[in-house]
């Protein structure tokens, strides 16, 4: 049974959120205060966290920063209607899907059930591609560069497999939003973009001139498979 960790102050939506997730299947362990995060994840073992953004002790954002640079499970934020929320900063943090609260239900329920089987690998013959000093093994969804293990996103780990499987080949924006997002490009949406980004700064690649993961203006993205040795 998949196990979600809720980090919500509002006892009442809290206990309602719980009582509903718990009854389509899900196990939930819940938190009230971001500063009290970190320990519950070292001590404990979870496969989604639900954090809202206003929280005592430690905000959405500094909480979501913290967990990532650390922790891979997926991570949906709350942030209810009228709050400041930048959708591009979230997904900097590290977020990988968010809800405008009070949600549907049944939207909540889907976006935690999408992100749970975003997370889920495949139990087949082990797959593993190797570029130099880069290792990307999709069944145990593991990425280690120099031996180093490289903590990324479920969505960040499918991204990387998706332009590593594609080595030496342009793939168009489009046809990456599209098999990422699940959605038709429309030409505005910098979700990817920030993605690409984040895995660039994690493998160490230049962010002002990216040599291993570049943009090809104009076309999509380039993963350059000799571009990985020290």
């Not at 009230?32 to 519950?40: A, H, I, K, P, T």
């Not at 404990?44 to 990532?68: E, T």
């Not at 640079?69 to 991570?75: A, G, N, R, V």
């Not at 593991?142 to 990324?152: D, F, G």
Request: aromatic share 6%; hydrophobic share 40%.
């Amino acid at each position: 049974m998949p196990k979600i960790l809720l980090v919500e102050d509002d006892l009442g939506l809290q206990q309602l959120t719980k009582d509903y997730l718990e009854h389509n299947g899900l196990e939930v362990d819940v938190l009230s205060r971001g500063d009290e995060v970190f320990s519950y994840l070292e001590n404990n073992a979870a496969d989604l966290m639900i954090l809202d953004i206003m929280l005592p002790g430690k905000d959405g954002f500094s909480v979501c920063r913290q967990v990532r640079d650390k922790f891979s499970l997926p991570i949906l934020m709350l942030t209810a209607k009228g709050e400041n929320f930048d959708e591009v900063i979230g997904l900097e943090l590290g977020a990988d899907d968010y809800v405008v609260k009070p949600a549907e239900p049944r939207v909540l329920l889907a976006r935690v059930n999408a992100l749970l089987r975003r997370g889920q690998p495949v139990v087949k013959a082990a797959e593993e591609i190797q570029f130099g000093d880069l290792v990307i093994d999709k069944t145990s969804r593991i990425v280690k560069l120099n031996e180093n293990e490289i903590v990324l996103t479920s969505h960040e780990f499918e991204l990387l497999w998706l332009l590593a499987s594609n080595a030496g080949e342009v793939l168009s924006r489009e046809h990456v939003h599209q098999h990422m997002i699940g959605r038709q490009y429309d030409g505005l949406d910098r979700t990817v973009d920030v993605r690409v980004s984040r895995i660039r700064k994690k493998l160490g690649d230049n962010s002002d001139k990216p040599y291993r993961i570049k943009t090809v203006w104009g076309q999509g993205y380039l993963f350059v498979s000799d571009a990985w040795e020290k």
